[in-house]
């Protein structure tokens, strides 16, 4: 195991970390709010856009990311349409974790009581008042779990980025592999910096699926 090689390098991971974070968040908000459109469109069944959404999750969930990386960087410039790198990832990141957060809405949604949301309206509360007020905070409680599973996946699946030209950590390790022959050197420093990046967010889930558990049931 070359040290040295790991210590002068260490800087180019540090620094496609910092890229594979940013595309990472990016994508996971956007993930967010388009999950959480197609959720209430298809928990209020709204007609045409119910089922345009529930064609976009099966498309989605049914299609790998990379695939749909090679779509967008590859296959729509043949039309005129060219997107860089960095939005590539992100509408790509998007498109896939947007399918999973609304099915974990979904699931949110569906637990709510349906007495719940009658003794809202039976108070003149509006659709928008209730979803504010009685459905959204019920469904966000019952979806940490999923959610957070789904923020760990999508964090996970920027390793592929690197198929459209992105700098990310995998990125790297493959070009420092490929320069250097250092395969053992540049692969355990890919490890490490994923589980830097990845265990604090799932140790930090998992005290908030704690709280929220406590919350809701006491124990």
Known sequence: MDLNFI???????????FLTLKLAAIGIFLSLLLGLLCSLFIYFKIPVVRQLCSLYIELSR?????????????????IGVFISSEACAIIGL???GGSYM?????????????SQIESGL???????????????????ATSIPPLCANFIFLIKETSVFSAVALADLMY???DLIGLYYKTDEALLMLVIA???ILLPISLLASFVERQVRYAGFGN
Request: no cysteine; proline share 6%.
């Open 102 to 114: 609304a099915e974990a809405f979904r699931s949110g949604l569906n637990a709510v009581e349906t």
């Open 7 to 17: 210590v002068q390098h260490i800087p180019q991971y540090i620094d496609a970390a």
């Open 94 to 96: 998007t498109f896939l």
């Open 194 to 196: 994923y589980l830097i």
């Open 172 to 174: 790297v390790a493959k």
């Open 122 to 140: 039976s108070i003149g509360l509006t659709r928008l008042q209730l979803i504010r007020y009685v459905i959204l905070p019920q469904a966000f």
């Open 62 to 78: 049914n299609t790998p990311l990379l695939v749909q990386l090679f779509f967008l960087y590859f296959g729509l410039p043949k």
